[in-house]
């Protein structure tokens, strides 16, 4: 895996150099200036274990710190589920107000539409009958 070097605080260049230089031991690529030929096997060994042991720990942090936030994005979104179903949830509260308020408006516009229908309804029957008895 090419997780790039460490990136924790405090992580000086020489942890960087040697996480390169076992990423390129690991990869077999040519290493420059002749490094390999200074260092014996048993010292490259134990180098390329502890990048090895460092990578593992970093994939362990971030595992778990992802682990926690997923954790934390749940408990946000059963908070927020909570208020929604207690009608605590201001966000969801405010529209509905506003869809409440427009019904009430429709519901009494329909209404005053009825009473016209049935008043002109009343005068088209009635109508007859006065100009019957007039």
Not at 36 to 48: F, G, H, I, L, Q
């Amino acid at each position: 895996k090419d997780l790039g070097p460490p990136n924790k605080e405090g992580t000086e260049t020489v942890h960087i150099e040697l996480f390169m230089l076992c990423k390129m031991l690991a990869s077999n690529l040519p290493l420059r200036n002749g490094i390999v030929s200074k260092m014996d096997e048993e010292d490259c060994e134990r180098r390329r274990m502890e990048c090895l042991d460092e990578m593992s720990n970093l994939e362990k942090q971030f595992t778990d710190l992802k682990d926690q936030l997923y954790r934390e994005r749940v408990s946000q979104v059963n908070s927020k589920l909570a208020e929604v179903e207690a009608g605590r949830a201001a966000e969801y509260l405010e529209p509905l107000a506003g869809l409440l308020e427009m019904l009430l408006l429709l519901l009494t516009l329909l209404l005053l539409l009825l009473l016209w229908l049935l008043l002109l309804l009343l005068l088209l029957v009635l109508l007859p009958l006065l100009l019957i008895l007039l």
